[in-house]
């Protein structure tokens, strides 16, 4: 089955620094992809939709020089936290969408948990 | 057991009986919808989906209910075992293709 891979899964940083999460689609090509945030105890927040080849496409309320995306290649989406701050901390998920049988089914990395110090 | 979603997010159940986890959604321009798991510390899983066109699916153990006429989705467990304890999320689809969730509904199934 499709698997998408998120890379670091856990990452402690000092304020002020900048993180990247790497999400990766395994064994397909995802020409989109989509990065959520998750506050614990809360639902899923669409931040941006990362398309292969152009610029994201961010969610209102979303800073887009603060979540950096890049869609450089058909299988992977990086998410850049510029400049943390402990109000950044979160768990970041990215999912890809998975082309099946008259719909299209999105499919989860295991998610990244960014704790900001 | 039976939850109403955005004003009961904690649901239990005794193991053994069958669960009802309930979705309003607010788009009724979305054309699809997922039903999801997720345990903690750990992505969603896919459980099940339905098409607009659709008001029933059938899965293994799981059912999902569409009614497009309040906007609400609905999701049976049959059966409730201690490995189902965990969140749930329905997400609609909007017409730009991305994914929106619900509020999520935390189920714990009591041995």
């Known amino acids: 089955g499709a698997v998408v891979s998120q890379h670091p899964s856990w990452v402690i940083c000092k304020s002020g620094t900048s993180v990247k999460i790497e999400c990766r689609s395994l064994?397909?090509?995802?020409?989109?992809m989509f990065w959520y945030r998750q506050f614990p105890k809360q639902s899923l927040m669409l931040m941006a939709t990362s398309n292969e080849g152009s610029k994201a496409t961010y969610e209102q309320g979303v800073e887009k020089d603060k979540f950096l995306i890049n869609h450089a290649s058909l299988t992977l989406s990086t998410l850049t936290v510029t400049s943390a701050h402990p109000e950044d901390s979160s768990f970041y998920i990215c999912?890809?969408?998975?082309?099946?049988?008259?719909?299209?089914?999105?499919?989860f990395g295991a998610g990244s948990r960014l704790t900001v110090l | 057991g039976e939850s109403v979603g955005l004003h009961l997010p904690t649901l239990s159940v005794q193991e053994g009986d069958n669960s009802i986890i309930n979705c309003a959604y607010s788009n009724s321009a979305s054309d699809y919808f997922i039903w999801y798991k997720q345990e903690s510390g750990k992505g969603p899983q896919f459980i099940i989906d339905i098409r607009s066109n659709m008001d029933k699916r059938q899965g293994q153990r799981v059912t999902v209910l569409l009614n497009k006429t309040v906007k609400h989705l609905s999701l049976q467990i049959a059966a409730t075992q201690p490995g189902d304890s965990a969140v749930y999320f329905c997400a609609e689809r909007w017409t730009g293709n991305q994914f929106y969730f619900g509020t999520g509904t935390s189920l714990t199934v009591i041995p």
């Open positions: 064994d397909f090509q995802a020409t989109t």
């Open positions: 999912s890809a969408r998975v082309r099946g049988p008259g719909a299209n089914v999105l499919t």
